[in-house]
């Protein structure tokens, strides 16, 4: 690209940030300025190409009278418009030419008259203000243009005074899918053009401020606050009633405050008063500093119980409404998360004031991700070539200057996956100094040099411990390498919540408490980006015909599309709970320790419950201590209850909060005594032989097979050996990890076609011998499997004793039995890890309980469909019709049990929820083991302790028939 070429570029190529625009400033809700909504239907013509010559709709009287429409906010890709939907993670989806972007640049022209009111404003200025528009605009009004702009989840203004006409006034807008800014923009996310936050008409009047910035410290060692809100381009008053304040902007004021927090998020209401324009402002006084290697926030270390989110609404996108805003934030409080990155760009403004309101920490990240670079080894990187240096200093100036006012963001991102560059250092050194009160965070330059943390994406356990004890490998500069090992570490990443998962978290969050330096981290990601389609339910990448795309890599948050919380929220909340019950040091007595990092208990009220055999036999309170942040006390139930069983305590709201109602549960624990001893299986009846069929106590078996036809009443198909299971995402793993993907492997050893060759059946003495080779056609490795029947008293017993044949490497997927019932035995009920799924490494939230509900309410709707819906830990389990007639099942030791209305096969054939289709059949799946899920499909794969390595196995069952 040389100076020429670029000087002869269209605008929407030229790497430029854009012109005409006004200097950023503070985004705020309201105030007493006028202002009118520029929002609504507007008039929309689509052209497949940018085709620049032709401008003629923005002159005043065009007649657009055969054009569409397209909402305001929006994307025009969702709207029926025209164009669909593309999806691609970190490949561009046009050749890499910077600036330069392809001529099938599909281009929306947006067109809107609107009338000034009788009462608009005469003095000051009339400006213009975008919020958000990918991937690029170019604006006039009533045929005089204003300028143009990239930058798409940024604010931008133009003044307007001049131009409006007191009558009718026609707004152009032309917008580009791709622009230079595009290159800026490779974020993992779906590219929807258009449109999408709000444009607004916005009274500047005369003696307003041109921008503000409110400094509102904490200084913990004697409880004071210092205000100072620096005012440009007016003259103000400060006000804060309820702490008597009333000073000039610019001076300051310390005074004694209730400091802000994420758990204790006290804002005082107050407001700039300038003579133009007054304005409300919500304070929150905190300092937040690097000391002694950790962050700290009010003199306190704090702990990230983060989540990535990214800006989704399954049918409007990224134009995310209100409503919507607020229910990710009441879900994450709900949940026990304390943290947002707002991966990779800042959110809707509105978002932020949320954050102070609600209290989450906040990581603001610039709207910068070149990641397509990394397949060119960085050629061409935007970030290391300084004619991008100014639309990447637009980009942070536009953040900062918007979001500087909350208290909220702790922490300012420079943007995420851009290898380096002289580039983000500008970006750096220009934050720094126009707001050294906040920390600096990137995650793409591992030698840290432009930033305040050390933070990482996916890190292994391992590899966090050493961090933690701060023995990393080193870096090849020394001086670098002491500055970064004395940094704080953050994992921006890890905990990648696709389809089934993600697993490993408690494991993670022991190391967090363990080391001090460990920070906590964010779960990649909040939300999976399923658009809402008729006929796949959920798409992903690729449903829109895409040329290039991948796949569900879009579907991988803690919350499916339509905002349900899937099994991993559930998991993420459990894990990360603010307080810890356990057992007491004498029986019957709990330890309760404060796990908040700022906050008491006083705001919980601790209950608890005594089960026996699945009923509550006596219940009441705990009398908690206050108990600082980290502090632990022994405490007794109110009221004596005897004997052994289930003993849960739950911490739950002692009121109702912004966030949650009085008895919502943030913590809880149980103990469990006198755990009763398991069923042998039952023995002392015989078998018998008549016709084809061998009969054991309840059992009818096949005598050539050796496989039950029948237990009592019920009809029993197929039972055998299982080592199969679905694949889930992180099973499959991702091409870049260095663990080995045993999705993969599993599937070419063909363990989803495992041969049952039968080699003796033995009905003998009272037990029924059923020995068998269960192996894959192809390879000369096998399962020697023998089941062992035997009954007594209407019961049926089966031991299964299972030796690896061969060279077993990997691990096996599962271990058990399964076997279909008929339909009609969709009713289960269980004794053990409820109510939802839990695998090895993700069952924290599995809490001990007798637990009922329809087999369709076991499954897990991953979007992909894959392995789900196991439950842990069960003693027994029943399956039973609506009469109550059915199956029971026993385990000689805990077991994991499943049931679904498909076999295993049609799960992992699956593509989309709704190619899954009942059939007549329930299918169990009774497993001794199962492989543990890890966060492979992008981070790291299973733990050793929760692979589940082929190894020479025994396990029993007792069934008996109900009803
Ligand atoms: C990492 C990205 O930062 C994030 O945007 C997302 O793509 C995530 O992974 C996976 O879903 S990058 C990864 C290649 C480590």
């Not at 608009?120 to 204003?146: H, M, Y």
């Not at 929220?569 to 320790?593: C, H, M, N």
Request: aromatic share 10%; net charge negative.
């Amino acid at each position: 690209m040389s100076r020429t070429e670029t000087d002869t570029l269209p605008w929407y190529e030229d790497p430029s940030p854009g012109t005409g625009g006004l200097a950023p400033r503070p985004w705020y809700a309201t105030s007493d300025a006028w202002r009118m909504s520029l929002n609504g239907e507007w008039a929309f013509r689509l052209s497949p190409r940018a085709a620049t010559e032709d401008e003629s709709f923005a002159r005043p009287g065009f007649d657009a009278s055969e054009w569409g429409t397209v909402a305001v906010p929006g994307h025009w890709v969702l709207q029926g418009a025209g164009g669909a939907p593309a999806y691609t993670n970190v490949v561009y989806p046009f050749p890499v030419d910077p600036p330069r972007v392809p001529s099938e640049n599909p281009t929306g022209d947006h067109l809107r008259t609107f009338t000034l009111p009788g009462d608009r404003p005469q003095d000051g200025e009339l400006v213009l203000r975008f919020e958000g528009v990918e991937s690029c605009a170019r604006v006039w009004l009533n045929g005089r243009e204003l300028g143009d702009f990239k930058g798409s989840r940024l604010p931008h203004e133009f003044a307007v005074g001049d131009l409006l006409n007191p009558g009718e006034n026609v707004l152009a807008v032309r917008v580009h899918a791709w622009s230079s800014g595009s290159y800026l923009e490779d974020q993992d996310q779906w590219w929807l053009p258009g449109i999408f936050r709000e444009v607004t008409l916005v009274h500047r009047p005369d003696g307003a401020p041109r921008d503000f910035f409110v400094h509102a410290g904490y200084d913990h060692r004697d409880g004071s606050g210092t205000l100072l809100v620096e005012c440009e381009g007016a003259d103000g008053r400060v006000l804060v009633p309820e702490l008597g304040v009333d000073i000039a902007s610019g001076a300051s004021v310390t005074l004694p405050v209730e400091p802000w927090t994420a758990e204790t998020p006290r804002l005082y209401d107050a407001e700039l008063v300038t003579a133009g324009e007054r304005i409300p402002l919500r304070i929150g006084f905190r300092t937040v500093v690097v000391e002694d290697g950790v962050i700290k926030v009010n003199g306190g270390r704090l702990l990230f119980r983060g989540v990535n989110r990214h800006e989704f609404h399954p049918e409007t996108g990224r134009a995310v409404d209100a409503s919507t805003m607020r229910r990710d934030l009441v879900l994450m409080k709900q949940h026990n998360i304390n943290a947002v990155r707002t991966s990779h760009y800042p959110p809707h403004p509105a978002f932020l004031d949320l954050c102070d309101e609600l209290g989450l920490w906040v990581i603001d990240e610039c709207d910068l991700e070149t990641h397509g670079f990394v397949d060119l080894e960085w050629r061409g990187n935007p970030v290391d070539d300084e004619r991008w240096t100014p639309a990447l200093l637009d980009r942070a100036a536009r953040m900062v200057e918007r979001d500087k006012n909350h208290a909220s963001v702790i922490i300012w991102s420079l943007g995420n996956e851009c290898g380096s560059g002289s580039g983000l250092t500008s970006m750096a050194e220009w934050i720094r100094g126009r707001d050294p009160e906040r920390l600096l965070h990137y995650e793409g330059d591992l030698s840290c040099e432009d930033v305040d943390l050390y933070s990482r994406m996916y890190p292994t356990h391992a590899e966090v411990e050493l961090i933690g004890k701060r023995a990393e490998e080193p870096l090849a500069d020394p001086e670098l390498d002491a500055r970064r090992r004395a940094m704080p570490f953050v994992m921006c990443e890890y905990g990648h919540a696709m389809g089934n998962g993600p697993g490993g978290l408690s494991e993670y969050q022991r190391l967090f408490e363990r080391y001090e330096r460990l920070q906590g981290g964010f779960v990649w990601e909040w939300i999976d980006h399923g658009f809402a389609h008729p006929e796949h339910g959920f798409a992903y990448g690729g449903d829109f015909g895409e040329e290039l795309h991948d796949g569900n890599f879009v579907c991988d948050g803690l919350l499916f599309p339509d905002r349900t919380p899937s099994p991993g929220l559930v998991e993420y909340k459990k894990v990360i709970e603010p307080v810890r019950i356990g057992p007491g040091s004498a029986a019957g007595t709990f330890t309760v320790t404060n796990g908040y990092d700022f906050a008491g208990l006083g705001h919980l009220e601790f209950v608890w419950s005594h089960e026996v055999d699945g009923t509550v036999v006596a219940s009441g309170t705990l009398a908690v201590p206050e108990l600082a942040p980290g502090a632990s006390a022994e405490v007794a139930p109110d009221a004596a209850s005897a004997g052994d069983g289930l003993w849960t305590v739950r911490a739950v709201l002692a009121g109702d909060t912004a966030w949650g109602e009085r008895g919502h549960v943030v913590a809880w624990g149980q103990v469990e005594t006198g755990v009763r001893a398991v069923p042998a299986p039952a023995a002392g009846e015989r078998p018998v032989r008549a016709g084809g069929l061998i009969t054991l106590g309840p059992g009818v078996f096949d005598a050539a097979t050796g496989v039950p036809v029948r237990i009592g009443d019920v009809p029993v198909e197929g039972l055998r050996l299982d080592v199969w299971r679905a694949p889930t995402d992180n099973d499959n793993g991702a091409a870049w990890q260095p663990d080995e993907r045993y999705g993969l492997r599993w599937r070419e050893l063909g363990l989803h076609r495992m041969r049952h060759r039968v080699d003796a059946v033995e009905a003998d003495g009272d037990a029924l011998t059923v020995r068998t080779r269960v192996a894959p056609a192809g390879w000369d490795l096998g399962l020697r499997t023998t089941y062992r029947w035997t009954a007594a008293g209407g019961r049926l017993g089966l031991t299964v004793s299972v030796v690896p044949d061969g060279d077993w490497r990997v691990p096996l997927p599962r271990l058990g039995i399964r076997f279909a019932l008929p339909a009609a035995y969709g009713g289960a009920r269980w004794t053990g890890g409820g109510p939802g799924e839990a695998y090895p490494d993700t069952r924290a939230a599995a809490m001990l309980g007798t637990w009922e509900m329809g087999v369709d309410a076991l499954q897990t709707p991953y979007v992909r469909p894959q392995e789900n819906g196991a439950r842990a830990d069960v003693r027994w389990a029943e399956l039973t019709d609506t009469g109550g007639a059915g199956l029971r099942a026993e385990g000689g030791t805990p077991f994991w049990f499943t049931a679904r209305r498909w076999t295993s096969e049609q799960l992992d054939a699956a593509e989309h929820a709704p190619d899954l289709v009942a059939g007549d059949r329930v299918w169990v799946n009774l497993d001794h083991a199962l492989q543990g899920i890890g966060s492979q499909s992008c981070g790291p794969g299973v733990l050793p302790e929760h692979r589940l390595g082929a190894e020479p196995a025994e396990f029993s069952f007792v069934f008996a028939p109900l009803g």
